[in-house]
């Protein structure tokens, strides 16, 4: 498994930005997918935004979609996710993932498809 901690969250104005990072260590990083998810109180985790091994094809959940970029930086280990226009109902934990299967062909968007998790970092949007 590979170890993922995230950073960069915190509270914003409905409106702002915010750059989340995980940085990922353990195994070859740029050998695998990675993913964003997110856990709002009450609610079950939902995909938030994908980027394949090679960095070359991305994929977003409609909620977010034109509004958070995801991006990776092979040589820092780190992938990001760039949040413009935040709204309230972006509150919630941001985890970091990656995905189980070395080289996958079609970026998946299942929380199974991924077997390593960071801690979560909490964004809190303000109305």
């Known amino acids: 498994q590979v170890q993922l901690v995230e950073s960069g969250g915190g509270l914003v104005q409905a409106g702002g930005s915010l750059r989340v990072s995980c940085a990922a260590s353990?195994?070859?990083?740029?050998?695998?997918?990675m993913g964003w998810f997110r856990q709002a109180p009450g609610k079950e985790r939902e995909f938030v935004a994908a980027?394949?091994?090679?960095?070359?094809?991305?994929y977003y959940a409609d909620s977010v979609k034109g509004r958070f970029t995801i991006s990776r930086e092979k040589d820092k280990n780190t992938v990001y996710l760039q949040m413009n226009s935040l709204k309230p109902e972006d509150t919630a934990v941001y985890y970091c993932?990656?995905?189980?299967?070395?080289?996958?062909?079609?970026?998946?968007?299942?929380?199974?498809?991924?077997?390593?998790w960071g801690q979560g970092t909490q964004v809190t949007v303000s109305s």
């Open positions: 993932a990656a995905d189980r299967t070395t080289w996958r062909l079609v970026v998946s968007t299942r929380a199974a498809d991924f077997d390593s």
């Open positions: 980027i394949s091994w090679s960095g070359g094809s991305t």
């Open positions: 353990g195994r070859t990083f740029s050998r695998y997918a």
